[in-house]
């Protein structure tokens, strides 16, 4: 039995001796190809929710289109082994796509990893300029509210989550992967809600969701578990302000603390 990303299974179980049977809510997880212009691009494992900001945000933190303006989403596609998201792009996008797909390609036959493959994972990342300033108050409260907005994990536990802060409120999306949660807040984001926020994460910190971020022009990220090495480095050079172990009243701040306002 399917429920807006949750499946129902029956379970036992088992508590201090005593066992019982049980329907628990599973959170959803489902092959997810992503197609630009009828060629197949990448497939990700899934929650097959709010699909259209998937396909746009990780059109966008990929850097296969430069803006919302370039993506068409088209239909997506189920059956039994998935879904797949039909996107168009222009063609000089597209062009640029599967010249990369070639470089990864050629890069993968060799005996050692090649540089071509090693410029295809670290590829660059815009520097993020905005002048904004967050209270360290704000932020908490933020962290507070993510567990409140995430109708999937509440019922499953077994879901991240991506949110921004902003003066009006807080918009999550949830996906059973952290970066795929990241991606569909990227796509919601490009649909002209308020920019002046931050990110809060439900996971670490690592250089991908740092690069997603910095992608998207987010300036303040913020995550309730540790970072990387990666994404601290990441982080200073891109200008975005890093904050982890964000827990309770404490919180870690590693790049650019002068966003803060401590009072």
């Not at 499953?156 to 921004?164: K, Q």
């Not at 890093?242 to 306002?261: D, K, S």
Request: proline content about 3%; charged content about 20%; some cysteine.
């Amino acid at each position: 039995m399917k429920k807006s990303g949750l499946i129902q299974y029956k379970a036992i179980r088992i508590d201090r001796g005593e066992h019982g049977n049980f329907n628990d809510q599973v959170i959803e997880e489902t092959p997810v190809a992503m197609s630009y212009n009828g060629v197949s691009h990448a497939v990700m494992m899934a929650t097959p929710e709010d699909l259209e900001d998937f396909a746009l945000g990780f059109s966008l933190s990929e850097g296969i289109v430069e803006s919302a303006g370039q993506f068409s989403f088209v239909q997506a596609l189920r059956s039994d082994q998935g879904l797949c998201l039909e996107m168009a792009v222009p063609q000089a996008r597209f062009e640029l796509l599967g010249e990369r797909q070639r470089n990864i390609t050629a890069a993968s036959a060799c005996g050692m990893c090649g540089v071509e493959s090693l410029q295809a994972a670290l590829r660059p990342a815009p520097k993020v300029t905005l002048q904004q300033h967050v209270e360290v108050d704000s932020i908490l409260r933020g962290v507070r509210a993510l567990s409140d907005c995430q109708p999937l994990n509440q019922q499953s536990g077994g879901v991240h989550a991506a949110a921004f802060v902003h003066r009006d409120g807080v918009l999550v999306r949830e996906d059973v992967g952290r970066h795929n949660a990241l991606d569909k807040l990227i796509g919601a984001l490009a649909k002209e809600i308020p920019r002046e926020g931050f990110l809060v994460l439900s996971s670490r910190a690592s250089y991908e969701l740092v690069h997603k971020a910095a992608m998207a022009g987010i300036g303040v990220v913020v995550a309730i578990s540790a970072p990387t090495s990666m994404a601290i480095n990441l982080a200073g050079t891109c200008g975005i302000t890093l904050i982890c172990f964000a827990r309770g009243e404490q919180m870690n701040v590693y790049t650019h603390p002068e966003r803060l306002v401590m009072a």
